[in-house]
């Protein structure tokens, strides 16, 4: 599976300048390649970002989640979510689960990794919990 150089660039921009909250990658069968699907802005939400993800198909996905401590310290997670809901296509849902990992190593930068079949698995406090 090759991945477009966009893809690498645009998750750089993300997290050196975080310039992007997120980014949804899609995989374009026809070329056999990782390509972007679209990018959020710094500001964006965490609800604009679950509304970029279709519901019956798969994708990768990145989400800079900022967060607050216990001791009141400002953090921020980089979450890597790979989403493959049970409506999607076989054939799909194989594409993405056995390129995944090389797609992942591409991304240096990385913390947290989740695997979603259903939007209840990636909800706010999910990702909450899985960041501290």
Not at 64 to 70: A, L, P, Y
Not at 123 to 129: H, L, R
Request: glycine residues 2%; contains cysteine.
């Amino acid at each position: 599976m090759a991945i477009h150089d966009d893809c690498k660039l645009k998750f750089l921009d993300l997290k050196t300048k975080r310039k992007f909250r997120f980014i949804v990658f899609k995989i374009d069968e026809n070329i056999q390649q990782v390509t972007v699907e679209r990018v959020g802005g710094h500001d964006e939400t965490y609800n604009n970002f679950l509304a970029a993800i279709p519901a019956n198909e798969c994708r990768y996905a990145v989400y800079d989640f900022d967060f607050t401590t216990d001791e009141n310290c400002q953090k921020s997670k980089i979450f890597f979510i790979a989403w493959s809901p049970d409506s999607s296509r076989i054939r799909s849902k194989m594409l993405y689960a056995s390129s995944r990992d090389r797609f992942k190593r591409e991304l240096d930068g990385i913390q947290v990794e989740l695997q979603a079949t259903d939007p209840s698995e990636m909800s706010i406090d999910i990702i909450k919990a899985r960041a501290i």
